[in-house]
């Protein structure tokens, strides 16, 4: 399983292209010849870039919803709505959609931020708004998604 580390600011040029940093273009090269996907995020004005096995695995989990379930078909068409696949060029850009482009609200000052196994892409002041609005309540966000973890032998602590 791949794990990203990084947070990156980079521009976008008039065509929507982000040359992707040396350092994440390294940690993604085993990834890159299959091609990216990317999408709209669920809770966040930003989008997310999946490598293609990542992108695999999740609908293979999403396949086993039952589209006879109306949740279940909306929730499906809304999370795959304007998925699009992309390839890194020869000179290691991404060509970001102008659709999601416009969705995440990015125009040239853009953030390229790690999120484990996935990339987030992010307008500049969209993602310091997000990042400085959590760390208010970052404290109490930790304990309750990792403090009711038990430790286990690689436990949090």
Known sequence: MLHLIGTYECKADIKG????????KKQLAPVSASGFVIKRAVFQPCLELY????????MKK????????RKNNDFIRRFTAGVKMVEMDAAGRLLIPKDLASFAGIEKEIVISSAINIVEIWDKNNYEHAIN??????A???EEVM???SNDDNGIS
Request: zero cysteines.
């Open 17 to 24: 292209r982000v040359m992707v940093p040396t350092s994440l």
């Open 133 to 138: 609005e959590a760390a208010n309540d970052f």
């Open 51 to 58: 490598p293609m096995e990542e992108w695999q695995l999740l």
């Open 147 to 149: 403090g009711n973890e």
């Open 140 to 142: 109490d966000l930790a």
């Open 62 to 69: 999403m396949s086993k919803l039952n589209r006879f379930n």
